[in-house]
């Protein structure tokens, strides 16, 4: 019978076999190594345009953030120039009511009434004088009711007092001021 030695045979087959699979696993480590690599720079790369891209904005954002100052500035300065315009519109229309209530007051004033002093308090004027006889200060009541300048007459005070040999009325009277739109 004869013998044959398989030994060797399958040991040089199970050494090809190791040496082929060493050689699959080191190309594996090296495939690995190399899309590790890629995928490291692809990321940093990404990673970097990212960086860029939020440099991008946040300047982008520091401009409209100055815009939106700068109108927000505009709007305050705009809503300064509306209040002065305001007040020389007020005074433009305003610069005429003064002669318009003296003249009202005199045209109201009924015979017999004398006024010795006037205050304007805002939308009020109070007025203080002296007349010949209480019908006198109804009279003005009713004539600075009837106006288109003023309105609501009230009267605080009325005093009769001697005069010499006249009996005068002394009085303190409240009256509304009536604006009108007027065009000056």
Same mark, same amino acid.
């Given at each position: %019978? %004869? =013998?044959? !030695?398989?030994?060797?045979?399958? *040991? %040089? =087959? =199970?050494r090809e076999q190791d040496r082929q699979l060493l050689t699959i696993a080191i190309g594996a480590w090296l495939?690995?190594?190399?899309?590790?690599?890629?995928?490291?720079?692809?990321?940093?790369?990404?990673? *970097? !345009? &990212?960086?860029?891209? !939020? $440099?991008?904005? !946040?300047?982008?954002?520091?401009?409209?953030e100055e815009e939106i100052k700068e109108i927000t500035d505009l709007k305050k300065q705009r809503q300064d120039l509306l209040a002065r315009m305001n007040v020389i519109y007020q005074l433009?229309?305003?610069?005429?009511?003064?002669?318009?209530?003296?003249? $009202?007051?005199?045209?109201?004033?009924?015979?017999?009434?004398?006024l010795t002093s006037m205050k304007n308090t805002g939308t009020s004027i109070v007025l203080n004088g002296a007349a010949q006889s209480n019908a006198r200060v109804s009279a003005l009541m009713r004539n600075l009711a009837a106006s288109e300048w003023f309105a609501d007459p009230e009267l605080d005070v009325v005093q009769v007092r001697q005069r010499g040999a006249?009996?005068?009325? *002394?009085?303190?009277?409240?009256?509304? &001021?009536?604006?009108? &739109?007027d065009g000056g």
């Open positions: %019978m %004869m =013998r044959l !030695n398989l030994l060797p045979w399958r *040991e %040089m =087959r =199970r495939l690995m190594g190399v899309i590790v690599f890629y995928a490291h720079v692809h990321v940093s790369t990404l990673i *970097e !345009n &990212q960086g860029k891209r !939020n $440099e991008f904005l !946040n300047k982008e954002i520091a401009k409209l433009q229309r305003d610069r005429t009511r003064v002669v318009r209530t003296f003249d $009202e007051l005199v045209r109201k004033l009924p015979q017999g009434v004398y006249d009996r005068v009325s *002394e009085f303190t009277l409240r009256v509304k &001021q009536s604006f009108k &739109q």
